[in-house]
């Protein structure tokens, strides 16, 4: 009964979403969702940016096992970065009407700081997605008991989502957030709901919590945590900034006054709502210590879909595993389409110049297969967690993106060679003490980064210009 369920569920959302690809009639649609959408599907697209596989499986795993403080930078960084990133584009970016970030970085630069820029921000997704494509692999996995393997599942999960983003792009995307936002914050009330009965109530579980040390959110007074710590939570808030899906999400309002009040209620959303999975998770160590402390050890991603398979009835696992596949969809549908956007308009449109409207569309569709292959092969390759693989995807946006971005909206004498400088010098350093240091350092590779990238953004605007300075200062402002 509950295979059923889900095969019901995928082919409805199939079919929503190939629906509203029939709507889809140029790339404007297809990326910003023709720049039309009213303030509830705003809302809920920017809740869904980050509710998928890390929110449901990653982020509880790990809250059960280090407490807050091990999850400060989701959905404590990540929040942030909905509501900054809100802001900012609604102010900044939105009047530009332009499809992706790498626009603004050759508006507001040049073609060469647009391809770099644009090249940071593709790379970075392909840990994030990636986690998606596992998390969809172990849900088939678990659901089928083992009939379906997890590399199978992998392929599977991401042959549907690549069906109706490919057809649909921005446009499905945003519908089905809308619909399946319902369903997970339906779901997981519902499922939270059975486990307060089950543990004696949600004032039990804080308060097993509470004494076990996990409700602690700042490290001890110990550098090497603080730097940890901090190094977490600002490469999410500030590293996922400068992020493609995030940029498309906000700007397919229909206004810049939707867009900022829609990314900030969809972040604080987000914020509240992800304590809810890390009840849940908590819950399994009161319901039964030894197998959920067990599953702890060996694959803590598996604590929160082995508590519903063993402890609730066939109704509410299927409201549950239609709630994760709903999050974990409507997550890696976007965040399929941004890279792939991303990358055909910055980096591949250059060689076809004069290109028309209608193939510049399957242009970008062929590029989201070819994207779905690369990331998929990653992912059944890779043995990481998926929260660690999403925490570490964002280390090279905040090394590499985020000062250009952040210098070329508010300061009016950052110059094309300061924002190259920053690239380089900025993604050039923590790469070189990634490999060399490691998790040694006692400050993280991507904040030297980071720091390397403001000097060298400073420093190559106000000396001598060697490139040619940006012409249209003005956009941006």
């Not at 509203?20 to 039309?36: H, I, L």
């Not at 392929?155 to 690549?162: D, E, K, R």
């Not at 206004?255 to 914020?271: C, D, Q």
């Not at 569709?365 to 292959?373: A, K, L, M, P």
Request: hydrophobic share 55%; with cysteine.
């Amino acid at each position: 009964m509950l295979i059923w369920f889900v095969v019901a569920y995928l082919a409805l959302s199939i079919g929503v979403g190939l629906y509203v690809a029939t709507r889809v009639e140029n790339t404007k649609d297809f990326a910003v969702a023709g720049r039309c959408l009213p303030l509830p599907v705003v809302m809920a697209t920017v809740f869904a940016t980050w509710f998928g596989a890390e929110a449901v499986f990653g982020v509880s795993a790990t809250f059960v096992k280090d407490g807050l403080r091990g999850v400060v930078a989701d959905p404590f960084g990540s929040s942030l970065c909905l509501v900054i990133a809100g802001l900012f584009y609604g102010t900044r970016l939105y009047k530009l009407n332009v499809l992706t970030l790498g626009d603004f970085f050759r508006i507001r630069f040049n073609s060469s700081v647009e391809i770099l820029a644009t090249l940071c921000i593709v790379t970075s997704y392909l840990g994030w997605v990636s986690a998606q494509i596992k998390a969809l692999g172990l849900v088939f996995n678990v659901v089928t008991a083992d009939a379906i393997s997890q590399s199978a599942g992998m392929i599977l999960g991401a042959a549907i989502v690549l069906t109706y983003t490919t057809f649909g792009g921005m446009l499905s995307v945003a519908i089905l957030d809308f619909v399946q936002m319902g369903v997970v914050m339906g779901g997981m009330l519902f499922i939270a709901y059975l486990m307060a009965g089950m543990t004696g109530g949600v004032d039990t579980v804080v308060s097993h919590a509470a004494a076990a040390g996990k409700l602690d959110f700042f490290p001890e007074a110990d550098a090497s945590q603080w730097f940890a710590f901090l190094g977490a939570w600002l490469t999410m808030m500030l590293g996922s900034i400068p992020q493609q899906d995030v940029f498309q999400r906000v700007t397919s309002a229909k206004s810049a006054r939707i867009a900022i009040i829609g990314s900030v209620l969809g972040g604080l959303t987000y914020f509240a709502f992800t304590f809810v999975p890390m009840f849940i998770a908590y819950s399994a160590t009161l319901i039964d210590p030894d197998l959920f402390n067990g599953l702890l050890q060996n694959d803590s991603q598996l604590v929160l879909p082995t508590l519903v398979l063993q402890h609730t009835p066939v109704f509410a696992q299927a409201i549950f595993f239609g709630a994760v596949l709903s999050a974990i969809m409507s997550c890696s549908s976007a965040t399929l389409l941004a890279p792939s956007v991303a990358f055909s308009e910055n980096v591949v449109r250059g060689f076809f110049p004069g290109i028309s409207d209608r193939a510049f569309l399957r242009l970008m569709r062929i590029t989201i297969v070819c994207f779905t292959c690369v990331v998929l092969g990653f992912a059944l390759n890779t043995n990481a967690s998926i929260f660690k693989m999403v925490e570490s995807a964002y280390k090279i946006t905040l090394a590499g993106a985020f000062v250009p971005l952040f210098f070329g909206a508010y300061w009016k004498r950052a110059t094309t060679q300061g924002a190259l400088a920053a690239i380089l010098f900025g993604v050039g350093t923590w790469l070189a003490l990634d490999l060399s240091v490691g998790e040694a350092s006692l400050i993280p590779a991507q904040l030297i980064g980071l720091a390397a990238a403001i000097v060298a953004m400073i420093a190559g605007s106000l000396l001598p210009q060697k490139i040619g300075v940006a012409t249209t200062h003005g956009a941006a402002h």
